[in-house]
């Protein structure tokens, strides 16, 4: 799932300062399981702002919404009538989410409450960590389920480099080295072999927007139909 | 064919030295520096922004040595700095320029150095590099890469070896070692013909080099390695002094 | 709660009371709740409590609030009198809203400061206090027993005893591995346990089996084993007993590395009851050995004991000569203190260290021990042939990831016993699992025989007969708000919360309603019935006065949240003492610190409390194992949301008491109170109290952001 943490408070409460009626609009997805916008940590960023906003004698009001998932345009519409009362939106959804309520709601400004941190996964309550990086060129067949784009910050795809050392990263002496953690898997499951052959450079057209249609639904949206 | 390769040819016990390119754009101490080690080395090795430090670019500098000091210089270039275009134009730069033998090396990551929120480019790996050098017709580089013989990752660092060769390393530069145990085992366990090795020895600002001179002989003596790469960072002034120790 | 059935009883005390502004406001905040509202003469004493039930009987009501002195709480003063009526003696609630302290009797009665919020807060909770029904739980009655030896033995057979169908897992081939230190008749005891077992119906064993998951809730758990031939069955459980302990290792003093002249205890006494060995192993000859317990991490009494009996058996031959060296050990055990005089009695010397300890000189070929000798103040030194320490647990691996495997984590002594362990002893983290002998850590097997017997009893207690009754739909999850981030299956201290299609549901078997899962659950999905946040925010708005709306801004002072199982109890031993609750301290109850939520607090000082308290279990005696140390997490959190703020964290405290602990319950306020003071009122007041006026005349506000919530 896709993980966020919360932005700095003083970075929101500046963002928002100017603005008389915020809506604090939390997301019950992936931010929601991350603990940083779902309801709960909505109501609590409200209940803080309106803290902040008296003790700065600032004539403001938190409003909370919260809907399903902040990038599926029925439920943003869910938001709509909080929205018109809003002279702002503070969202505390994912990038993609903040995106497109912006794009839904264009008459009002849209502040960014998270920093999106990664796509990761949920280690134990309140733990994540990353394990993907979206390359859209995905090698882990190869390197035994173990991503050295995410883990290796060289993204090092032909073996380790010089500086890792006692399965640690040259980066830093807590991090495991990537490499280290895929030669032992690959070798656990005898797959070792797999890694000789020369992994070509990987394709960087990643870098352009991403636009995906499923298979299925390519006559829909082609020019023709 | 480089007087590097000549001599690696010729089955001379070669030394190499590794200098910096300066943190400003004065050439002048490192042309003296050079000119003091005479004809001490048997190649200079140039840095590619070591420790993730900006330095001069290495092409420049290469090419002025070779202009202005007659030196034969391998060119350290590091995948952190250039995308596949950058590292290409850079090979081609010093092609140009006179430069015949190139070290490819990934390059300390980007956070130790003293530009920690540098974007690290990495778009390609060393093995993806040396393939990248080796495919280029306007340049025929002798081609080198780095080994980590104490790594605790001994099958991994014989795989990309292997990797290293089959991608066109003729010779190669170990990280700084103290004793031939580890060269010798990851030698071993990579198999194959055993690759040209310079190992590397390092000394510290002010460390009395008898035990790399010694370790320099038995390695010699023992043939597990090529040759010797002597480097001292931390006071690159001393390093005349030091290779004429060194110089077998 | 129908409100033709509640009844509010309001006591006007002495004279002129009656009249009062303060009696007034009273009397209207029971007004604006939906229930009928009496006035009462004089309600203390029996005559008094006798004149209330009687009147509760005659109109039929369902419930009834008093609002009295605290004469009136007196240990079931008003009970007696409704159960003498044929009344439920708990059908009523009775407030203390006088001034007066207990024992001031002569005093004239006057209404207590704030007695009209605390009315209303009173009859804001009960607007959502709900009855449920109980309902049969499908359960199944098979228990899995898991470990070999003596505790492992004596908890299977208590379990075939109480009737239930048990499956034996051991770890090894052996039921009856050696237990050295237990002794002789343990030994042939366990030997009798395991020939019956074997032999008994309703027992399955599995030996060298390994237990490869444990899924679901108490009493209806599913496991999966795999048998030494590596095949896996799929049991259905009811519960399970933990009887394996972690691996033993040696407790060496540091500094000393085990080398071949350094054996476990058990090892020694192997070798002193066989002499051929001895000799083998050291020679013929003189012989110089060197016990230690205890010089590591603490021993217990039981191995001190065994020590000493090793001890005196080595040296009942004169040729040898023993030292025995003891640190730390758990209290004296019975009958040591005369073993030790015979043990001196047989020429053991007996060196003990209250600080200082053993040093290793050289090993090899002898050992050259060097120790301060405390009596004298000196340093001695004297060579060993042989040194034998006792064990402690050192969990391994496997044992780590069978710990895993039943949910529950591996405490710094290396056992599986809860921090909290006070509360509950058998209990481990997660219901329907319960702890026995060497999973407890260095038990005390004097004791296995009744923890085995114990565990028996929580069966019969959660399981009864395979069908027990149990109160559903207390703990609600509402899925439409859910979004399965299992949060609330993750924090429950009692490893209630199973997943149902997909979804968190509440095992009420084992449920304790701390509400630790509601507090944490990002999307508010959780309610607990009768404690739903909706209550609190109401209670919390009637404690800030504002539902009667005439109390003066400057009485919010320091809003107490306190846990119904430790510092509820506390402060109410406290009033009956004579202390009640110093001016400015509101009450709200909560069941566990687990549910005070943040947002609960945030409002609290938005509501214009000039602070908050919460009064916890102690963290290592929280009653529902854990709830306390989630609240203590969060707090840390708090605080640092209230700085952000601007706020500052010195207007949040925390402390934890005990139900007994009436004294230390009532300091942690009044120190709050102190700080208060100091601090001064909080600069959100003004802005509360506008918001108040506000909210009162402002009857409608077209606006989504009407300021109030
Ligand atoms: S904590 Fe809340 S949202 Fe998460 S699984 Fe439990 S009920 Fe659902
Ligand atoms: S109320 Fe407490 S015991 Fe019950 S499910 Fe929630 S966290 Fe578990």
């Not at chain 1, 991503?147 to 032909?158: A, D, E, I, Q, V």
């Not at chain 3, 010397?349 to 053993?358: A, E, I, Q, W």
């Not at chain 3, 002893?425 to 296995?448: H, I």
Request: with cysteine.
């Amino acid at each position: 799932m896709i993980v966020a943490e919360r932005k700095p408070f003083e970075e929101i409460a500046e963002a928002s300062a100017g603005f008389r009626r915020v809506l604090v609009a939390g997301c019950g997805t992936c931010v929601a399981v991350c603990l940083t916008g779902g309801e709960k940590e909505a109501g609590i960023l409200a209940a803080q702002l309106d803290i902040a906003a008296q003790l700065n004698q600032r004539e403001q009001a938190f409003e909370v919404g919260c809907v399903e998932r902040q990038c599926d345009r029925e439920f943003l519409d869910e938001l709509a009538p909080q929205i018109e009362q809003a002279d702002a939106v503070l969202s505390l959804a994912c990038g993609a989410g903040i995106q497109f309520l912006a794009e839904k709601f264009p008459e009002v400004p849209v502040l960014a409450g998270v920093n999106t941190t990664f796509i990761g996964i949920n280690d134990d309550v309140g733990v994540w960590q990353e394990k993907c990086r979206s390359c859209r060129d995905c090698v882990l067949t190869l390197t035994g389920g173990i991503c050295p784009m995410s883990l290796c910050p060289k993204g090092m795809l032909n073996g380790p480099c010089g500086g890792s050392d006692d399965g640690k990263c040259e980066t830093d002496p807590e991090r495991d080295c990537a490499w280290a953690l895929i030669s032992a898997r690959l070798e656990r499951t005898g797959r070792l072999g797999g890694l000789e052959a020369i992994v070509p450079a990987r394709d960087c057209r990643n870098a352009l927007p991403g636009k995906q249609v499923h298979p299925a639904y390519e006559r829909r949206y082609s020019a023709h139909e | 064919m480089s007087k590097l390769a000549q001599a690696l040819d010729g089955g001379k016990f070669v030394l190499t030295v590794e200098l910096d390119p300066p943190r400003g754009s004065d050439l002048k101490p490192l042309t003296e520096l050079t000119s003091s080690l005479g004809g001490k080395a048997d190649a200079l090795v140039i840095s590619d922004n070591r420790g993730a430090v900006a330095r001069m670019s290495p092409v420049l500098a290469c090419h002025h040595l070779i202009k202005h000091a007659s030196a034969e210089v391998i060119m350290t270039l590091a995948c952190r700095d250039r995308n596949r275009l950058a590292l290409a134009s850079e090979m081609l730069a010093a092609a140009a320029g006179g430069v015949e033998n190139l070290l490819v090396v990934s390059g300390d990551f980007t956070t130790l150095g003293d530009q920690p929120g540098a974007q690290p480019v990495f778009d390609l790996d060393s093995v993806q590099t040396l393939q990248l050098a080796a495919s280029l017709e306007e340049a025929a580089f002798f081609l080198g890469a780095v080994l980590a013989p104490d790594s605790t990752l001994m099958g991994m660092q014989a795989l990309k070896l292997r990797k290293k060769v089959q991608a066109g390393a003729a010779f190669f530069i170990t990280k700084p070692i103290s004793n031939g145990e580890g060269l010798g085992a990851l030698l071993a366990q990579a198999g194959g013909e055993a690759p040209r090795v310079l190992a590397g020895l390092e000394l510290g600002p002010e460390e009395d080099p008898a035990w790399a001179v010694e370790l320099a002989r038995e390695l010699k003596a023992q043939g597990q390695a090529a040759g010797v790469h002597l480097s001292c960072p931390e006071n690159q002034a001393r390093l005349p002094e030091l290779a004429g120790q060194l110089a077998l | 709660m129908s409100a033709a059935s509640l009844g509010v009883f309001l006591c006007q005390g002495g004279r002129g009371t009656a009249d009062s502004l303060e009696f007034k406001q009273l009397r209207w905040a029971a007004e604006a709740a939906p229930g009928a509202v009496f006035t009462v003469a004089q309600s203390c004493q029996a005559e008094g409590a006798q004149a209330i039930a009687r009147r509760i009987k005659e109109l039929g009501l369902g419930a009834a609030v008093v609002g009295a002195c605290p004469l009136l709480h007196h240990p079931g003063q008003l009970s007696r009198a409704l159960a003498a009526e044929g009344l439920n003696p708990d059908m009523a609630t009775v407030l203390d809203l006088c001034a007066r302290a207990e024992g001031e009797r002569s005093g004239a009665c006057a209404v207590a400061p704030g007695a009209a919020a605390a009315l209303s807060q009173a009859l804001s909770s009960l607007a959502f206090s709900q009855e449920l029904g109980q309902e049969e739980m499908a359960v199944s009655t098979r228990v899995l027993v898991l470990g070999a030896g003596l505790a492992a033995l004596m908890a299977a057979r208590s379990m075939l005893d109480a009737g239930y169908e048990v499956v034996l897992l051991s770890p090894g081939k052996r039921l009856t591995p050696p237990e050295p230190l237990l002794g002789p008749e343990a030994a042939e005891r366990a030997g009798e346990l395991a020939s019956g077992l074997e032999e008994a119906s309703g027992l399955g064993l599995f030996r060298q089996g390994r237990l490869l998951s444990l899924g679901g809730t108490a009493g209806q758990f599913t496991a999966r084993i795999q048998d030494r031939g590596g095949e896996t069955h799929a049991l259905e459980l009811g519960g399970v007993v933990v009887a394996q302990g972690p691996p033993l290792g040696l407790n060496l003093p540091p500094g000393i590395e085990p080398n071949e002249r350094v054996i476990s205890l058990s090892e020694l006494k192997g070798l002193a009851s066989a002499p051929e060995h001895l000799k083998k192993r050291l020679g013929e000859g003189p012989l110089k050995v060197a016990l230690a317990v205890g010089l590591g991490r603490q021993s217990d009494p039981l191995t001190l004991r065994a020590a000493t009996l090793a001890a005196m058996e080595l040296a009942q031959d004169p040729e040898r000569e023993v030292v025995l060296f003891t640190g730390n050990a758990k209290v004296a055990g019975p009958g040591l203190e005369r073993l030790t005089q015979e043990a001196r009695g047989l020429g053991v010397v007996m060196v003990k260290f209250t600080s200082g300890g053993l040093r290793l000189n050289a090993a090899l070929p002898r050992l050259a021990l060097e120790w301060d000798e405390e009596v004298l103040g000196r340093v001695m030194a004297d060579e060993f042939d042989l040194l034998a320490v006792d064990q402690v647990p050192q969990p391994d691996d496997d044992y780590r990831g069978l710990a895993g495997t039943l949910g529950l984590a591996v405490g710094r002594d290396g056992s599986l016993q809860p921090e909290a362990i006070s509360a509950l002893p058998l209990a481990s983290g997660r219901g329907g699992e319960w702890l026995v002998g060497p999973a407890r850590g260095q038990g005390e097997p004097m004791r296995w025989a009744d923890e085995a017997a114990d565990a028996a009893r929580a069966a019969r207690q959660l399981l009864g007969r395979g069908a027990p009754l149990a109160e559903t739909g207390r703990v609600l999850v509402d899925r439409k708000r859910c979004t399965i981030c299992l949060t609330c299956v993750r924090v429950c201290p009692q490893g209630a919360m199973d997943r149902l299609f997909r979804r968190p549901v509440s095992n009420p078997l084992v449920c304790t309603t701390c509400g630790t899962c509601a507090a944490e659950c990002p999307m508010e999905a959780i309610q607990i019935v009768g404690l739903e946040d909706e209550r609190y925010g109401q209670e919390i708005a009637a404690a800030a006065g504002q539902s009667s709306g005439l109390s003066p801004a400057g009485e919010r002072g320091l809003l107490v949240l306190a846990c119904a199982n430790s510092a509820a109890p506390a402060l109410h031993a406290a009033r009956l003492k004579g202390a009640p609750l110093p001016p400015g301290a509101r009450l709200i109850t909560v069941p566990c610190a687990g549910k005070v939520d943040l947002d609960m607090v945030l409002e609290g000082i938005r509501r214009g409390f000039d602070g908050v308290l919460m009064l916890s279990c102690h963290e290592d005696a929280c009653q529902s194992l854990g709830g306390s140390t989630w609240a203590a997490r969060r707090w840390e959190h708090l605080g640092n949301l209230l700085e952000e703020t601007g706020l500052g964290r010195e207007r949040v405290f925390r402390s934890g008491v005990a139900p007994s602990q009436a004294v230390e319950a009532r300091g942690a306020i009044e120190n709050a109170l102190a700080a208060l003071a100091e601090l001064g009122p909080n600069p959100l007041k003004t802005g509360a109290r506008v918001r108040e006026m506000l909210s009162r005349f402002t009857l409608e506000m077209d606006d989504t952001f009407a300021i109030v919530s």
